[in-house]
């Protein structure tokens, strides 16, 4: 049976969304969905016994919190990839300084998603790379979305793009990524910031992101634009025919 795309499987008042895994046929990706129950291992189990009627033999999480990652690692799953979650609180948003040379930092046109994606493949290593689903589903994960690019103003060329999320007052940077020929010009401090004063003006009281375990550069510009890293982490879970050399493993496992 050939897998279908996009989908949400619903049990009772719970909720996780399900497709390709970057475009695999055989994987699946699995992510609960903001606002409903912490997953149970009954729709856990019921999750994988779907996604094996249609054809898929692998399946990885979104990123989970603990409470979240449970019911999951009872299921059989395992850790594929952990995750530092942090927060920033919006009372008091950074300024940084402009990037030399100049850029210019507006929302973007949905024109420009084949730049986006090829920018993005060029940032991440193959697990982290977004497809044009995957593109899609960081802009459509909350109710509001500032989804911005930063151009080199001498140029035109596209140097980044950040997507920022709303919901309520909680704000969430869902995707930063930065040329890495452009790296070391404060282009990714500028699309924070944008999307920080975004949040503000809207009276969204926090940020959160989360970044690899090893992603010590990451880490180091989150918290000098005053993000925090939160004791409980994130997780990526695997279970069954997953290649898990396409899966980065973490640099280090000890706390920095």
Do not use: K
Not at 189 to 214: E, F, I, K, M, P
């Amino acid at each position: 049976m050939a897998a279908p795309d996009i989908d949400v499987i619903r049990w009772g008042r719970e909720r996780a969304r399900t497709g390709p895994w970057r475009g695999d046929r055989r994987v699946a990706l699995l992510t609960p969905m903001p606002g409903t129950p912490v997953p149970s291992l009954a729709f856990v189990r019921r999750c994988l016994a779907t996604l094996e009627q249609r054809g898929f033999s692998g399946v990885v999480t979104g990123a989970l919190a603990p409470q979240e990652q449970r019911a999951f690692l009872a299921a059989g799953f395992a850790e594929a990839e952990r995750l530092h979650l942090l927060r920033h609180d919006l009372r008091r948003v950074p300024v940084v300084g402009a990037p030399a040379p100049p850029v210019r930092i507006r929302r973007a046109h949905p024109t420009e998603r084949r730049r986006v994606l090829s920018l993005d493949a060029a940032a991440f290593p193959p697990f982290w790379q977004l497809d044009d689903r995957g593109l899609t589903d960081a802009i459509e994960a909350t109710p509001r979305t500032r989804f911005a690019v930063a151009y080199d103003m001498a140029t035109g060329r596209l140097e980044g793009y950040a997507v920022t999320g709303r919901s309520g007052r909680n704000g969430y940077l869902q995707r930063l990524a930065v040329d890495p020929e452009a790296q070391g010009r404060r282009i990714g401090a500028s699309l924070v910031v944008d999307g920080l004063r975004w949040l503000a003006r809207w009276r969204a009281d926090q940020c959160v992101v989360n970044t690899q375990w090893g992603n010590a550069s990451a880490l180091a510009l989150y918290e000098s634009l005053g993000f925090r890293r939160l004791p409980q982490g994130l997780a990526v879970l695997a279970a069954g025919d997953v290649d898990r050399e396409a899966i980065p493993r973490p640099v280090s496992r000890r706390r920095p």
